[in-house]
C-alpha cells in the first residue's frame, strides 16, 4: 500500500507540477492582452450559452456525425471525472469509493457506459480523419494546415485513458472477487464493462490482480495527468480554454455590430484621440484578453475553413489558419510580451523570440512556397519567416460571418480581421490601391460611385405615382401620418439594377396603401463600405451625419432594400447614439401580403431558387421572410441550393469587395452563379443590391461562354412579386 501512494503521489507531483506551470504561463499570456468591454453583461445569455453550446454541444451537433462523436468525448470525460476521483482515493484507501453516490450500481453503469462511447467516439473521429485527410484531399479538406499529427497523438491519448482505467478497474475487481472485499465500489452491478475485464482477469490469480491493480491505477493516473500536460501544450487546451470563451463571447442576436474602437475602456475619440490609441490591431499586444482567449480556443477543426468563400474559391485567407497564424505567433511572442516594459529583460531574449517581435503583423508572403495556402503544408507546417498575416488574405475576407456562424468555440474571426484593416488603413496606409477611389468618392460625394447629390431622387421621375419627399413640403418633422422612412440606400438611388427594385418597392408599398417618405438629398452613405474596408475615421463622419439627420427629423420606423443599409442602421447606428426600428423590404412585403394588403393575380408556372444575403441572412437571421413571400406567389415553384440559408455562400461583394478586382483563384461569384443555374431554376431571387450585381455577372459570363440567352433571370424579390400584383 505504501508503494502504490508513494509512486502514485510522485507521478502526481511531478505531472502536476508542469501543468501548474504551464498553465500560470497560459493566463498571463491571456491577461497581457487589452481590456474587453462588455464581457461580462447579459449573464443569462452567458449562463444560456454555457447550457447549450457546451453542455449541450449544440453548435457541434450542427454536423451531426463529427458532433455525435464529440460528444460522446466530452460527456465521457464529464462523467469519468468520478474515475478520476476514484482513482486517487485508491491510492490511500483499496476500498475507497465517491461519498453518497459511489456505490449506487447506476454510477458504475454510466462510468463504464461513457467509458465504451469514449471508445467509439475516438474510432469515429479516427475515420474521419482517415476519410478526409489533406494529403488525400488537399485544400478540399477542412483540416488542410492543421497539426494532423498531435491530433492522432491526442486520440491516442484518450484511447489509453480509457484502457488503463478498464484494466486497474477490471483487476480491482477480480481482486474483490477473490477477498470478499469492497475493493472494487461496484460489487452490486452495473459496471457491466469493468465486470467483463475483471471476470478476463480471475484466472490469474489474486497476487497477480493486486499487481494489475496497482499498476493499472498507476498508468491511468500518469496518462491523465500526462494527458493534461500535452493538452496544455498543444491545440487540445481549447478543453479548457473554449468553454471560457463561449462563456465571455458576444452575445448578440445573429453575429452583431462591428465593435468601434476603444482606448483601454473609452471609445475612442477620433477628434482628440489620447496619447496611447491604438488604431485597429497593428500587432500582437493590441488585441484584447478575449482575442487572446479566442486564439487559445482554436480547435483546427476547420469548420470554418470549409464554408470559407474566398479559401473555396482558391485564396490564401483561411479564417482558421489566420486564427492560427496569431496564435502561433502569441506563443512565439510570449517571453517579449510578458518581459512588458523591462528593457533589460527583452535584451536578455534569445534571437529566436527577438526575431518574432521584430515581425511585421501584416505583409506579402507572396514568394512563400505554399502562398496559396497561407504559408501551410498539409500537416500544419509554416514557416516564422516574414509576416504573420497575409496581405492578400486578409483582403480577401468578404466579411459573410459564415466563419463565425459555424465556430463551434465562439471565435470572433470578423472583428479581429476587420481590426487589422482598420490599423493597415488609418495607420500603416497599406490597402488595395481600389480602395482610395472609393474613400474618395464616399468624403466627396457621399456615396461610392461619386455621384452627384440630386441624382438621388432621379428615380422618382421615373414612377407614375406621388413620392413624398422630406422637406419639399417645408417640414422640419416626419409628418405623423408617415408609416415607414423609405432609406434608398447609395445602390438603390444610383445603380440601374437597384433602382428597378427601388422603383418596385416603393410602387407595392405605394399599391398597399402604406404611407412612406423618403429623405431625398438628406441621404448619404450609410458608411458600411468605408467601416468594412477599415476606414473606420469616414465611417463616424458619415454615420454621425446620417444619425444627426434621423434624430433630427424624427426618424422611428425606416425600411431599406440594402441589407447592409439595415445591418449599420438598425445595429451600428445605436453605437453613435441611433436607435431606430428598421425593417428589410421582404420582411415588410411578406407582412402585407399575409395581411391580404397586397393582392396577387394568378400566373403561369415558373421555378425560381433564392440567394441569402449575407448581411440579411447570417448578420440578421433573417431567413424565411423572403421565402415564405416567394411561396405566397402564385405559380411559382421555389427551389433550394444546396448551400443555402446558414450555410449559404457568399456572392463576394461583402467586406468593401464590391469595389476590388478579384485576381486570385477564381471569381467567388461565379462559384455561387453556377450553384443557383445548377438548380435549373428560371429565375434567381435576391435581395441585396450587391447579390443582384454579382450574381447577374455570373450569369452573364456563362451565357456569353455558351453562345446563348442567359439561362436564368436574376431578379430582386420584390421586382419579381411586382409582377404578380393586382394593381
Known amino acids: ?207 497477480t490482480n493486486e499487481w494489475l491493480e496497482t499498476i493499472g491505477l498507476w498508468l491511468n493516473i500518469g496518462v491523465i495527468l500526462g494527458f493534461m500536460v500535452l493538452a496544455l501544450h498543444s491545440k487540445h487546451l481549447h478543453i479548457g480554454a473554449a468553454p471560457l470563451n463561449v462563456l465571455f463571447s458576444r452575445r448578440p442576436n445573429a453575429l452583431g455590430e462591428l465593435l468601434p474602437l476603444y482606448v483601454g475602456k473609452e471609445l475612442l475619440n477620433f477628434e482628440d484621440p489620447a496619447d496611447e490609441a491604438t488604431f485597429g490591431r497593428g500587432k500582437i499586444e493590441d488585441f484584447t484578453w478575449k482575442g487572446n482567449l479566442d486564439f487559445l480556443s482554436c480547435t483546427e477543426c476547420g469548420r470554418c475553413q470549409s464554408q470559407c468563400p474566398a479559401w473555396n474559391t482558391g485564396k490564401p485567407l483561411s479564417p482558421k489558419l489566420m486564427i492560427m497564424d496569431l496564435r502561433d505567433h502569441l506563443f512565439a511572442k510570449a517571453p517579449y510580451i510578458l518581459a512588458g516594459e523591462d528593457a533589460a529583460g527583452q535584451e536578455k531574449l534569445i534571437d529566436a523570440v527577438k526575431a518574432e517581435a521584430a515581425r511585421p503583423q501584416v505583409g506579402s508572403r507572396i514568394d512563400d512556397p505554399c502562398y496559396a495556402t497561407d504559408g501551410y503544408y498539409e500537416k500544419g507546417h509554416r514557416s516564422h519567416e516574414g509576416a504573420v498575416i497575409d496581405y492578400d488574405a486578409l483582403w480577401s475576407c468578404t466579411s459573410c460571418g459564415a466563419c463565425v456562424q459555424q465556430c463551434p468555440v465562439d471565435i470572433e474571426h470578423i472583428d479581429h480581421f476587420m481590426d487589422m484593416r482598420r490599423n493597415q488603413v488609418l495607420i500603416e496606409s497599406q490597402f488595395p490601391a481600389e480602395l482610395s477611389g472609393l474613400f474618395k468618392n464616399l468624403e466627396t460625394k457621399g456615396n461610392p460611385w461619386g455621384m452627384n447629390q440630386n441624382g438621388r431622387t432621379a428615380w422618382i421621375e421615373e414612377v407614375q405615382f406621388p413620392v413624398r419627399v422630406f422637406g419639399m413640403e417645408g417640414e422640419d418633422k416626419i409628418p405623423a401620418d408617415v408609416e415607414y422612412l423609405f432609406w434608398v440606400g447609395c445602390a438603390g438611388a444610383y445603380d440601374d439594377r437597384a433602382k428597378r427594385t427601388t422603383k418596385a418597392v416603393a410602387e407595392l408599398l405605394h399599391t398597399a396603401g402604406i404611407n412612406f417618405m423618403v429623405l431625398g438629398e438628406g441621404e448619404t452613405c450609410t458608411g458600411d463600405p468605408a467601416r468594412r474596408a477599415g476606414n473606420e475615421f469616414l465611417f463616424q463622419m458619415q454615420a454621425q451625419q446620417n444619425v444627426e439627420v434621423l434624430n433630427e427629423v424624427g426618424a422611428k420606423k425606416i425600411v431599406v432594400t440594402c441589407p447592409h443599409c439595415m445591418n449599420t442602421i438598425a445595429r451600428e447606428y445605436p453605437q453613435l447614439g441611433g436607435n431606430y426600428d428598421v425593417v428589410h423590404h421582404t420582411q415588410l412585403l411578406n407582412e402585407l401580403v399575409s395581411t391580404g394588403r397586397l393582392t396577387m393575380l394568378t400566373a403561369s408556372d415558373e421555378t425560381v431558387t433564392y440567394h441569402d444575403p449575407c448581411y440579411l441572412g447570417r448578420h440578421n437571421k433573417i431567413y424565411m421572410p423572403p421565402r415564405e413571400l416567394l411561396t405566397n406567389v402564385p405559380g411559382v415553384n421555389l427551389v433550394e441550393m444546396e448551400r443555402s440559408k446558414e450555410t449559404s455562400f457568399c456572392c463576394g461583394a461583402g467586406g468593401g469587395r464590391m469595389w476590388l478586382e478579384e485576381n486570385i483563384g477564381t471569381r467567388i461569384n461565379q462559384n455561387r452563379g453556377d450553384e443557383a443555374l445548377a438548380t435549373g431554376a428560371s429565375k434567381i431571387a435576391v435581395a441585396c443590391p450587391f447579390c443582384s450585381v454579382m450574381l447577374n455577372d455570373a450569369v452573364t459570363v456563362r451565357s456569353q461562354e455558351q453562345g446563348v440567352e442567359a439561362p436564368a433571370e436574376v431578379v430582386d424579390v420584390a421586382t419579381l412579386l411586382l409582377s404578380r400584383v393586382q394593381k
Open 1 to 207: 500500500m505504501a508503494l502504490r501512494l508513494g509512486v502514485g503521489l510522485a507521478i502526481s507531483i511531478v505531472l502536476l507540477g508542469f501543468s501548474a506551470k504551464r498553465l500560470w504561463f497560459l493566463i498571463s499570456l491571456v491577461r497581457s492582452g487589452q481590456p474587453a468591454v462588455g464581457r461580462t453583461a447579459e449573464r443569462k445569455k452567458r449562463v444560456t450559452a454555457e447550457v447549450t453550446e457546451v453542455l449541450g454541444q449544440k453548435k457541434l451537433l450542427a454536423w451531426t456525425i463529427p458532433g455525435i462523436a464529440h460528444v460522446f468525448a466530452f460527456w465521457g470525460f464529464l462523467v469519468l471525472g468520478l474515475t478520476i476521483v476514484e482513482a486517487f482515493g485508491a491510492l490511500f484507501n483499496p476500498e475507497f469509493a465517491v461519498p453518497v453516490i459511489g456505490r449506487m450500481p447506476i454510477v458504475g453503469f454510466l462510468e463504464d457506459l461513457f467509458g465504451v462511447l469514449v471508445v467509439v467516439g475516438i474510432g469515429m473521429f479516427a475515420l474521419i480523419r482517415i476519410f478526409r485527410s489533406p494529403a488525400k484531399y488537399g485544400r478540399d479538406s477542412r483540416f488542410y494546415g492543421s497539426h494532423t499529427g498531435a491530433a492522432w497523438l491526442v486520440l491516442f491519448m484518450i484511447f489509453n485513458v480509457i484502457w488503463t482505467l478498464f484494466l486497474y478497474r477490471g483487476a480491482q475487481y477480480a481482486v474483490a472477487l477473490e477477498k470478499g472485499t469492497n475493493n472494487f465500489p461496484f460489487m452490486n452491478g452495473g459496471a457491466f464493462a469493468s465486470e467483463a475485464v475483471g471476470n478476463l482477469l480471475q484466472p490469474l490469480g489474486l497476487e
